[in-house]
Every structure is written in structure tokens, then in C-alpha cells.
């Protein structure tokens, strides 16, 4: 399924991420437009009620990509590796 919102993030999060992380908002947003993703939610529903996460996969890794969204765009909120994921998805 393509995403045909408009996707967003903040600007000061994503260079922490790729300096800390090495991982790529742009790049994230470019497999979830094509489509190249599956949703689940958040573990912790507690903390992060209604909360989903992207699970993209980027250099043969699952990457989990916690969003929200309104009826209009999907906010990125942080990304990270997952071997849990990884383990149950590739």
C-alpha cells in the first residue's frame, strides 16, 4: 500500500539519528511512500496509546519507525534497529 500523505519529522531528531544511529529520515520516508513496509503497534500501548510503528526494512535490517498521524500527514517520531524484529520479519 503507497502512503500518499505527507510525511514529516523533526529536523533537529533526524541529524541525531544520523549521527548517532546512522539511519536516514529520508531514506525511511522514501521505502514507506513505495509502499515497502508493514505496520504494527507499539509495544507499549501504556505510554504511547494508539501508537503504530513502521517496520522497514533498509540494508537487509528491520528498522522500526514509531509514527503518528492526523488526517493529513504522518509524523516520523524516532527510528531504530530491531532484532527482535528482525527475527520475526525477514
Not at 6 to 15: L, M, Q, R, S, V
Not at 20 to 42: Q, T, W
Request: hydrophobic share 35%; charged share 30%.
Amino acid at each position: 500500500m503507497h502512503i500518499k500523505k505527507f510525511i514529516e519529522w523533526n529536523a533537529e531528531k533526524a541529524e541525531i539519528l544520523r549521527e548517532s544511529r546512522g539511519i536516514d529520515f529520508n531514506e525511511l520516508a522514501n521505502k514507506i511512500k513505495s509502499g515497502d513496509y508493514k505496520i504494527i503497534p507499539v509495544d507499549n500501548q501504556i505510554d504511547h496509546k494508539g501508537q503504530n510503528m513502521f517496520l522497514v526494512e533498509i540494508d537487509n535490517y528491520i528498522h522500526c519507525v514509531p509514527f503518528v498521524e492526523d488526517d493529513n500527514s504522518i509524523f516520523l517520531k524516532t527510528a531504530f534497529r530491531s532484532r527482535k524484529h528482525q527475527k520475526e520479519n525477514l
